[in-house]
């Protein structure tokens, strides 16, 4: 006698064989039946809203390195994520998100909860999205739903599957294995290579393609055998580069005028698993300065049709800069100029906030993870902060809130004990604060440390930008973040005074599960402020 094996049999089976046995989600009526029989080698890690579930799934994928499975409920639930799903695409972060459709002969009456074209809904912001034809062909879709994701340029994927497939018979997905990486064309790491060793005065910009493909030593390899100075590429995602190391220079501005000045004076530039360019605001002039060269490696086709300047070299930059490395040879250029050393901060109150960036750097354990989400004080984090190592800083390139907080609680669930540190913003908090909830549950080592200036001081700072003295709506009061935090399960405290400081991040920083500091900072009207550094 056959064994009957159905949709939801041949889709965990798959799943299980591709490593994701973690489903992150908040259930609703049209996913039920897929969760019959759930089976007991995977776990399901409840988001309290669809932004939450999908970050955090993010957050997994990006500690693991393999997609993550995520499960949402159609039309509205589809709609709430689509925030995170638009960070998981821009910072290329491989996602599988399958949503619940109303079941097949409901379709034509367009039901309540259904959506009426689930497949076009989250684009463009997935690689991929289909509602198979027949509900037997949803497994197949699936797996190749996963290959999409994890072939690079990596991203999140989206599978629609009405009600009723989950109980129809289907065939099991047969084994096969998609080798990804690929490498540039001989002649053309040739040519790049020939202008890196006839270069007077080059220089490497690297972005989150370089951590996202654990390529760092192979670039500092390349630095060093090129002796070229090394700067991060605007509002990355990543680092890619130990920023304490002497060809370190820092991070480009995302604005156009301000950004050619950084390359002036630099013959060649090589950018790495990086856009050309971010930028933010809008400047005058030209991309790069007249007479630089300027060579792109990448993985994305797309990225490289679109950007404006250079030559763009299509390929997986770890594969990409091993070539390099067979052709490029060692230089004797002399060293730059070491960073200008930032002077100590401010013992005042209300606190400067590069004495919580330095306080913080002074007690972080050596193998803590660093999730940014605090516009406002970015830049001064990077300069007061250097991260050191591969996979030890995650922010998001793209900026849409509420990432930070659920990315860092995906993090540590997908960790091994490392400690996770997600610094915020009072404003950035909000847009997703129901991932406290899960950090409880699941008793993630997590340090929340609100950088508070009761307000959106990025947005106010943007405004000053264009003689906007006065902006509705950026100033945040009343919130006891604290209590907040303790109502869904996490335990924190309140830090007003530089006094307190040290004592708080010991506490935050050495309790066994999530734990918040709401640490008051001073507002960038104040004297106590310091402005951030480029």
């Not at 002399?334 to 606190?351: I, K, T, Y």
Request: charged share 20%; aromatic share 6%; hydrophobic share 45%.
């Amino acid at each position: 006698m056959t064994t009957r094996f159905t949709v939801r049999d041949a889709v965990f089976d798959f799943c299980r064989r591709a490593g994701m046995t973690t489903l992150f989600g908040n259930p609703g009526s049209t996913e039920l039946r897929m969760f019959r029989d759930f089976p007991d080698d995977f776990a399901y890690v409840l988001g309290l809203q669809e932004t939450v579930a999908v970050a955090a799934a993010a957050g997994h994928a990006l500690g693991t390195g393999n997609a993550a499975l995520v499960n949402l409920h159609s039309a509205g639930g589809v709609g709430h994520s689509l925030g995170a799903v638009f960070n998981a695409y821009r910072d290329r972060v491989p996602v599988v998100i399958v949503a619940g459709q109303q079941s097949r002969a409901m379709l034509p009456t367009r039901p309540f909860l259904s959506a009426d074209e689930p497949a076009q809904f989250p684009r463009p912001y997935v690689k991929w999205s289909r509602q198979p034809e027949r509900a037997e062909d949803v497994p197949a879709a699936l797996a190749e739903a996963y290959r999409v994701a994890m072939t690079p340029p990596r991203g999140p994927v989206f599978l629609s599957v009405p009600e009723d497939d989950w109980d129809r018979e289907a065939e099991p997905v047969p084994d096969r294995t998609v080798h990804a990486s690929f490498t540039a064309d001989p002649a053309a790491l040739a040519e790049v290579a020939e202008a890196l060793n006839g270069a007077r005065n080059p220089m490497i910009v690297v972005g989150s393609g370089v951590d996202d493909e654990g390529a760092l030593p192979l670039v500092v390899d390349l630095a060093e055998r090129a002796g070229a100075p090394v700067w991060i590429s605007p509002l990355s995602g990543r680092s890619g580069f130990p920023e304490d190391h002497a060809l370190f220079q820092g991070f480009l501005p995302p604005v156009r005028d301000q950004l050619a000045a950084r390359l002036d004076g630099h013959d060649v530039v090589l950018v790495l698993g990086a856009p050309i360019f971010v930028y933010h605001v809008h400047a005058d002039g030209p991309y790069i300065p007249a007479g630089t060269r300027l060579f792109h490696f990448d993985c994305d086709p797309a990225q490289t049709a679109w950007a404006p300047v250079g030559t763009s070299v299509l390929t997986t930059i770890a594969s990409g800069v091993a070539g390099l490395l067979d052709l490029v040879e060692k230089a004797d250029r002399p060293a730059p100029e070491p960073r200008v050393r930032l002077a100590a901060p401010r013992h005042s109150d209300p606190m400067d906030p590069a004495l919580v960036v330095e306080s913080l750097r002074e007690r972080l354990p050596a193998d803590a993870v660093i999730v940014e989400e605090v516009p406002s004080y970015r830049e001064m984090l990077h300069a007061r902060l250097p991260i050191t190592r591969s996979g030890g800083f995650l922010t998001t390139g793209s900026g849409a809130l509420g990432w930070g907080l659920p990315v860092a609680v995906g993090r540590g669930i997908a960790g091994s004990g490392e400690r996770v540190v997600c610094v915020i913003g009072d404003g950035s908090i909000m847009y997703s604060v129901q991932a406290l909830w899960t950090a409880a549950q699941h008793r993630v080592p997590l340090t929340v440390v609100i950088m508070n200036n009761h307000g959106y001081g990025a947005v106010k700072a943007l405004g000053r930008r264009i003689e906007l003295d006065v902006m509705p709506g950026t100033d945040i009061h009343g919130i006891d973040y604290v209590t907040m935090a303790r109502g869904l399960g996490v335990p924190g405290r309140a830090v007003t005074a530089a006094a307190d400081l040290d004592a708080a991040l010991e506490e935050g920083l050495s309790h066994a599960g999530p734990y918040l500091l709401d640490v008051r900072v001073a507002s960038d009207d104040s004297a106590a402020y310091e402005p951030s550094h480029g």
